[in-house]
C-alpha cells in the first residue's frame, strides 16, 4: 500500500545542525559556531533548565495542571482571558491549530513569498490551497498592507510574520489593522511574532481588543531558547478561542515544555540578555560584513552573498554554519543568526574571508 497522493506536499527543510555537520567533517560539535537556525546562543534559561529536573518525576502524569497554569501565566502577562491562549507543541502546533479550526477543504490560505515553509505545509496538510503574495527585495522586503492586498483574493487565512523570516522586516500595528480592515469578515489574519521579542515595536496583540479577526502566534523557541522542547502558543480573540477544545491534540505541549516555560517567563534576566544580544549582533553583522544585507528586527540578518551555497560550504568547511537561502527561493543569499558577541565577531571573519577568497577564485 501507499499513503495519499502527497506530491504537492515538500518536506520541510531546515537549517543545519552542528551535530550533523561536526559528524560530516569529523569535528566536535563544541568547535562549530551554528547560527543555522535562529536558536538562542545564551542557552535555555537556567530557571527552565532547573524546573525540567525538579518536575523530572512528574513526566509519569498527563500534563493537566501544568498546562492550564501555562494558559493562566500568559493570559495574565497578555491580559487577555486563558481561553484566548492556544498553547501546542511549538508555534508550528498552533498553525495546525488554526488551519483545523479555520479551513474547510479547498479554503485557501496567502503567505508571504518568500516566507516560512510551515504556512502552507499545514494549510495543505489539511486540504487547503495555498497563494502567495511577493515581498519585494527591491524594496527591501517591506511589509506594508497594500504589499498583501494586491494579492488577496478573499482567502480564509492570510499570514504575515513580523519581524519576517529570513528577512527581519516588520509590518506596523497600523498596517496590519488596515489589512484586516480591507480583507472579508471571515478572513483570519495571523500575525506570526515567534521574533517578537527581538523587535523594538508593540504586538499585535492590542489588536485582539477591538477585533475578532486577527490571531498572534507566538513562540518559546527562539528569544527564550527552547527550540528543542516545543512550546508555543497563539493569542486568539475570545469570541472563538472555545474552538481549541475542539481542535487541539490533547496534551501535545508535554509537562516538561509546559513547567520549563513557565520558569522561563520568570526569567527576565536570561529574556533581557537574549534580546540584547540579538540587537547587537544585527547591528554588528550589518556594519562588519562585506556584503549588502538588510534591516533586520530578529536575531538574524540576511545577505546577499552571491553564490549561497558556496559561501555556505566554505563557511561550514572553517566551522561556522549559516542558512543558506535557496531553499526560500534566494539562492544568492545566506541567513546569519546572531551569536554570542565572540561567535558573532568570528562568524562575520570568516564569512569575510570566504567573501574575499571567492572573489579572488581561490576555491575556484
Ligand atoms: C521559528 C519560527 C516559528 C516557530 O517555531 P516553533 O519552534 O514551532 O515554535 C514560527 N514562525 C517562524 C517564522 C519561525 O521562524
Not at 130 to 151: G, K
Not at 263 to 288: K, M, Q, V
Not at 321 to 341: E, H
Request: aromatic letters at 8%; proline letters at 4%; a negative charge.
Amino acid at each position: 500500500m501507499q499513503p495519499r497522493d502527497l506530491s504537492d506536499h515538500s518536506p520541510y527543510v531546515p537549517g543545519r545542525g552542528d551535530e550533523e555537520v561536526a559528524r560530516e567533517l569529523g569535528m566536535d560539535p563544541e568547535e562549530l559556531i551554528t547560527l543555522s537556525s535562529n536558536e538562542n546562543p545564551h542557552g535555555a534559561s537556567p530557571d527552565a533548565v532547573a524546573a525540567i529536573r525538579e518536575h523530572a518525576e512528574a513526566i509519569r502524569v498527563y500534563p493537566k495542571s501544568s498546562h492550564a497554569d501555562l494558559r493562566a501565566r500568559l493570559a495574565e502577562r497578555w491580559d487577555v482571558s486563558d481561553e484566548g491562549i492556544w498553547v501546542s507543541a511549538g508555534a508550528d502546533g498552533s498553525i495546525d491549530y488554526l488551519s483545523r479550526a479555520m479551513l474547510e477543504p479547498e479554503d485557501r490560505v496567502l503567505v508571504p513569498d518568500p516566507g516560512f515553509a510551515y504556512y502552507g505545509m499545514s494549510a495543505r496538510y489539511h486540504h487547503g490551497e495555498v497563494s502567495t503574495y511577493t515581498l519585494d527585495r527591491a524594496e527591501s522586503f517591506d511589509q506594508t498592507a497594500e504589499t498583501v492586498l494586491d494579492a488577496y483574493g478573499g482567502e480564509r487565512m492570510v499570514y504575515v510574520t513580523s519581524p519576517h523570516n529570513p528577512s527581519g522586516s516588520t509590518m506596523s500595528l497600523d498596517q496590519v489593522r488596515l489589512l484586516a480592515d480591507a480583507t472579508a469578515e471571515e478572513t483570519l489574519v495571523v500575525v506570526d511574532e515567534a521574533y517578537g521579542e527581538f523587535a523594538e515595536m508593540p504586538s499585535a496583540v492590542s489588536l485582539l481588543d477591538e477585533r475578532d479577526d486577527v490571531a498572534v502566534l507566538r513562540t518559546f523557541s527562539k528569544a527564550y531558547g527552547l527550540a528543542g522542547l516545543r512550546v508555543g502558543y497563539a493569542i486568539v480573540p475570545e469570541e472563538w478561542a472555545d474552538a481549541y477544545a475542539r481542535v487541539n491534540t490533547p496534551f501535545a505541549a508535554s509537562e516538561l515544555a509546559c513547567r520549563a516555560a513557565l520558569a522561563a517567563l520568570d526569567d527576565d534576566d536570561h529574556l533581557d540578555r537574549s534580546i540584547e544580544s540579538a540587537r547587537w549582533g544585527r547591528a554588528y553583522i550589518r556594519d562588519h560584513l562585506d556584503a549588502s544585507t538588510f534591516e533586520s528586527a530578529g536575531n538574524f540578518v540576511l545577505a546577499a552573498v552571491g553564490d549561497a551555497e558556496r559561501v555556505t560550504e566554505a563557511a561550514q568547511a572553517e566551522g561556522v554554519i549559516v542558512r543558506d537561502c535557496t531553499s526560500f527561493g534566494l539562492p544568492d543569499c545566506i541567513r546569519i543568526t546572531t551569536g554570542t558577541r565572540e561567535e558573532t565577531r568570528t562568524a562575520i571573519e570568516t564569512i569575510n574571508g570566504v567573501l574575499e577568497r571567492l572573489e579572488l577564485g581561490v576555491y575556484a
